[in-house]
């Protein structure tokens, strides 16, 4: 079970070290704020004539407009140094973790004694049962 466990996390680490490091960019060309072209490996395609309808009585944009195409370039730039930094611990760091843990501590360690507050209480002595005598009964 452990060697499992222990293969599948570095499996995980080792697809997490290639993912980091390695870049990528992708390539999107918008028409009239719609999606015409979309590519991984290379520059995306401008759009054609024939995609937008010239029949559309709701387009907002045209051919003819400069303004009405853009295309997009999504980057990621993989990392070359993964060397681990470590932080430094001062006493500001720690000092609301230390307060925290010993206040909670402190709070529950009398839980741990069974007290009972009402243990010596003696219940008044009672001369007619009332509920009876006035017949209101719960129910």
């Known amino acids: 079970m452990k060697q499992t466990i222990s293969k599948i996390l ?18 999107a060309h918008f028409c009239c704020n719609k999606l015409v072209s979309f590519s991984v ?63 909670h501590t402190d709070r529950f360690d009398g839980l741990q004694e069974s007290i009972v507050p009402f243990k010596d209480y003696i219940p008044p002595w009672v001369e007619r049962n009332l509920p009876i005598l006035h017949r209101t009964l719960l129910i």
């Open 10 to 27: 570095s499996l995980f680490l080792a697809c997490s070290v290639l993912v980091s490091t390695t870049s990528f960019a992708s390539n």
């Open 41 to 103: 490996t290379g520059k995306a395609k401008p759009c054609d004539q024939k995609l937008q309808s010239p029949k559309s009585p709701l387009r907002k944009c045209s051919l003819e407009q400069k303004n009405c195409c853009s295309t997009v370039t999504y980057a990621n730039f993989g990392k070359d140094d993964l060397m681990v930094r470590f932080f430094d611990l001062d006493f500001d760091t720690l000092l609301v973790p230390y307060t925290s843990i010993f206040y």
